[in-house]
């Protein structure tokens, strides 16, 4: 056996089952008081604080990754009755590593490259027919690509593919 075959067993046999499973959310839903709670194996509960004027949270998603979760944020807006999602928040190993922001709001989105990568669409409060979608890279938020259309078209980049209304 090498040398460093030796050490990453040594590693892995020094880190405690519970620490190494706590990497790992399980769920991420929203507490009584409308914020994210992340769930780990072992029942283990974070929550994470609501941000100003937040409602709730809605379409959490969990990376392939196995580390990575996301939510959006709904917040209330004048003279409607229900929350608007209006930030996308991206959580990674025990902070909150990203947010995205639109001054429409998010109809969708969805992780790509094993959490590396997020794409989402939007729009305006009341659906139409064309979309904006983004393509992000999570860990320096940069926009790598964006498409205006029809999310029914053939002719749609991959990366919008699993984007919805």
């Given at each position: 056996?090498?040398?460093?075959?030796?050490?990453?067993?040594?590693?892995?046999?020094?880190?405690?089952?519970?620490?190494?499973?706590?990497?790992?959310?399980?769920?991420?839903?929203?507490?009584?008081?409308?914020?994210?709670?992340?769930?780990?194996?072992?029942?283990?509960?974070?929550?994470?604080?609501?941000?100003?004027?937040?409602?709730g949270i809605s379409d959490a998603l969990m990376a392939a990754d196995g580390r990575t979760v996301g939510w959006?944020?709904?917040?209330?807006?004048?003279?409607?009755?229900?929350?608007?999602?209006?930030?996308?928040?991206?959580?990674?190993?025990?902070?909150?590593?990203?947010?995205?922001k639109t001054e429409q709001v998010f109809y969708s989105w969805a992780f790509l490259s094993r959490g590396a990568q997020v794409a989402y669409h939007t729009g305006p409060l009341h659906f139409e027919q064309t979309s904006h979608c983004e393509l992000h890279d999570v860990k320096t938020g940069r926009r790598l690509a964006s498409w205006d259309g029809d999310l029914e078209s053939a002719n749609k980049p991959l990366w919008v593919a699993g984007l919805r209304h």
């Open positions: 056996m090498t040398r460093s075959l030796r050490a990453a067993f040594l590693l892995v046999a020094l880190v405690p089952v519970g620490a190494m499973a706590q990497l790992h959310p399980l769920s991420v839903t929203p507490d009584s008081f409308g914020a994210a709670q992340i769930t780990f194996a072992h029942r283990k509960v974070t929550h994470v604080a609501k941000e100003r004027g937040q409602t959006l944020v709904d917040f209330r807006v004048k003279e409607i009755s229900y929350g608007v999602a209006e930030t996308l928040v991206i959580w990674r190993d025990g902070k909150i590593s990203r947010r995205f």
